[in-house]
């Protein structure tokens, strides 16, 4: 088996054992998220695969629910950041000179600020929740985004074929279609795919600061802050959004990787 | 009539430059003409020009009419009167669309053909250009064809919507001696056969020779020498296209001194 697909195959297998945990989450969970039936900090085994938290509520239970909101911020940021992001990177492309500048400084400043400040801010402004935190991410991730639209649109641009189709008297949106999109396509869908693992990680680090999913919903980044103070006596609590959150991202990092092999 | 004249095309760039100065001359219908000049010559901006496709921060002036349509004040895309062929064939095609789409584009839009009648017409077109196995090369990409093939189809999909005039823009230069002679062949034919006007932009004095009748020297930005391409070559009157010809006649002798 080749390097690549080597990449690729392990990648989807964890990304896969994590959305396989959050669809069964849809159909089954162990115990309903705020039962607090088991007692503080029960021990994994018997009945709690994973024991409980510090308020008794089952961490298996919770961990699932943590993946929903794990994938949904990966998918959400993605959506968010592709969409601003590949429209500001076409329209710089396109844009005269000084447009071009302006935006490209403009990004160059939201690159330059770190995401998860921003993220900060906009939560500050907005107020903490799952929809804030992801649209804050989203718009970090969309300014990187549109700086690598940017330069492979006018990389294609710069090609002898749009030269042909202009010549042509093909449309502009025509050709953008037919010709940009296409050719921008491969490399902006490996970037997003990268994007997101690192979507995964800001969400948790919101989280764990309490500024992104409000109590009582359990993101994994809560989950680590709530089991920070007992993490002596009960490991598991803090270990199992720990190794959930690592897999999610290794295998998205790998997934990426692995399609962006493949590309080239 | 005069398909295209240029009449004392200028163009400056955004420091008020002069690249292009005073350039003037016409193609009439199924005429064969030549620009000729280095790299810098002004030759391929002459070119961009005469499309309406200046890079921004340049400016023209004077008149050039294609068609009867003004180019420099209202450009415009002008797909059924001229088309181009451009130096590097592996640029000229989309990398992710089969050499059939790309000539399919332009006959779909301007013929408005479709299905069987569009297939048809691609294969047309293919084996107008000398591509005999036209089933395989049309659902090709470009990285799967030689730069031979390439050239063909970037010929093919230029004389889909039958143009009547014909840019040809270095069209062999990045091509192995070999396949250049066969293209330039190949072109001599096309537009014998559709009788296609030629505009052929190059910088080999040699290789114009083959296939044009009229030339225009360019050097600098202006037009040095003009007149058809057999007295240019027997009797250059300006010095610098004395060195074209002798430069050229260099390598003739060279290689009939080595011939045993």
């Known amino acids: 088996m080749s390097c690549r697909s080597l990449h690729l195959y392990a990648g989807l297998l964890l990304v896969l054992i994590v ?43 919770q961990l699932l629910i943590g993946g929903r909101i794990a994938i949904g911020t990966a998918l959400g940021a993605v959506t968010v950041g592709g969409l601003l992001g590949v429209t500001a990177g076409l329209l710089a492309g396109f844009a005269s000179r000084w447009l071009d500048d302006a935006v490209a400084v403009v990004l160059d400043i939201l690159i330059a600020f770190p995401t998860l400040l921003l993220a900060m801010l906009i939560v500050a402004g907005a107020g903490a929740s799952l929809a804030t935190a992801v649209f804050a991410i989203g718009l970090a991730m969309a300014a990187i985004v549109a700086r690598l639209t940017r330069v492979l649109v006018k990389q294609v641009l710069s090609k002898d074929y749009i030269t042909a189709a202009r010549v042509a008297g093909i449309s502009w949106p025509r050709i953008v279609v037919d010709h940009v999109l296409p050719n921008i ?42 089991a920070q103070a007992t993490v002596l006596t009960a490991p598991v609590a803090a270990l199992a959004p720990g190794i959930a959150l690592v897999m999610l991202v290794i295998g998205v990092n790998l997934t990426a990787d692995g399609l962006r092999r493949s590309v080239r | 009539m005069t398909l295209l004249t240029v009449d004392g095309l200028t163009i400056r760039d955004a420091s008020g430059k002069t690249l292009v100065e005073d350039v003037s001359f016409a193609v009439g219908a199924g005429d064969r003409v030549a620009l000729i000049g280095e790299s810098g010559s002004g030759k391929s901006l002459t070119s961009l020009a005469m499309m309406g496709l200046l890079p921004p921060g340049l400016t023209a002036s004077g008149q050039i009419r294609l068609d009867g349509a003004d180019m420099i004040t209202a450009p415009q895309g002008r797909g059924q009167v ?17 050499a059939g789409r790309q000539i399919a584009a ?12 569009l297939r048809s017409a691609v294969h047309d077109n293919l084996a107008a250009v000398r591509l005999t196995d036209s089933d395989r090369i049309a659902r090709s990409y470009p990285h799967q064809l030689s730069g031979g093939q390439r050239q063909r189809v970037a010929i093919a999909m230029a004389l889909a919507c039958k143009p009547r005039l014909l840019i040809a823009d270095e069209p062999t230069t990045a091509l192995d001696v070999t396949v250049q002679s066969e293209i330039l062949d190949l072109l001599d034919r096309v537009v014998t056969e559709q009788g296609t006007a030629l505009l052929f932009i190059t910088h080999d004095l040699p290789v114009a020779a083959r296939v044009v009748h009229d030339t225009h020297v360019l050097r600098d930005g202006r037009i040095v020498e003009s007149g058809p391409i057999a007295r240019v070559i027997a009797e250059p009157s300006h010095p610098y296209t004395r060195t074209l010809v002798d430069s050229a006649r260099r390598f003739d002798t060279a290689l009939q001194r080595r011939r045993p």
């Open chain 2, 82 to 98: 001229a088309a181009v062929v451009f130096q590097e064939p592996l640029t000229a095609l989309d990398p992710l669309m089969t």
């Open chain 2, 106 to 117: 332009p006959l779909r839009r301007f013929q408005g053909l479709r299905g069987a009648a």
């Open chain 1, 185 to 226: 396509a491969p490399t902006v869908l490996v970037n997003l795919a990268l994007q997101a693992g690192l979507a995964v990680l800001a969400e948790a680090s919101l989280s764990y600061l309490g500024l992104g999913t409000p109590p009582p919903n359990a993101s994994w980044g809560r989950m680590l802050f709530e």
């Open chain 1, 19 to 61: 959305v396989g945990g959050v669809l069964l989450s849809y159909v089954w969970l162990p115990f309903s998220p705020d039962d607090t039936s088991g007692g503080r900090l029960a021990p994994p085994g018997g009945e709690h695969l994973l024991g409980t938290d510090k308020l008794g509520r089952d961490l298996f239970t």
